[in-house]
């Protein structure tokens, strides 16, 4: 199933279900895809592109919630954390942390890398392998680790 039909499906159960939280993060999935299909670029999205467009949903849902929970604005963080949860569910299965390591030691072997000098060489191939399933910052902090 796409991911527009599964997206579509989820809206019509947020309607029904009256969740005006799943209401806005769905919509706010559908609105994104709308415009990466709009932008005159494609006529059809990738995989990798969704994968990466709600990536980037999460991320920007995220962040906004550290700035409120910063500003004392408890109940937009909240909220912000609630959509995140909720675009999530569209995302493959999320890495544990020791999934990463033990994939990340593999990569650092055949790349050969020593330091953390070596980043360069590392992400773009961890960041092609871990697609959707683990945050890019996640990897970069445990290649640092692993490297120092």
């Known amino acids: 199933m796409s991911l527009e ?6 809206l019509k159960n947020a309607m029904r279900e009256k969740n005006k939280t799943a209401l806005e993060s769905i919509r706010a999935i559908k609105s994104a895809l709308l415009m990466l299909k709009t932008d005159g670029k494609t006529e059809t999205i990738s995989e990798e592109q969704e994968m990466a467009l709600l990536q980037r949903l999460v991320k920007q849902r995220k962040e906004a919630a550290e700035q409120f929970f910063a500003n004392d604005r408890q109940e937009l963080g909240e909220n912000e954390i609630a959509q995140a949860k909720i675009i999530e569910q569209f995302l493959p299965e999320q890495m544990s942390i020791e999934e990463i390591e033990a994939a990340l030691k ?5 790349v050969g890398a020593v330091d953390v000098k070596d980043l360069g060489k590392i992400m773009p191939i ?12 996640t990897v970069s902090e445990t290649v640092r680790k692993l490297l120092s």
Not at 5 to 10: D, G, R, T
Not at 106 to 110: F, K
């Open 5 to 10: 039909l599964k997206i579509n499906e989820a």
């Open 126 to 137: 961890a960041t092609k392998q871990f697609a959707g399933k683990a945050d890019g910052k």
């Open 106 to 110: 593999n990569i650092i072997s055949e």
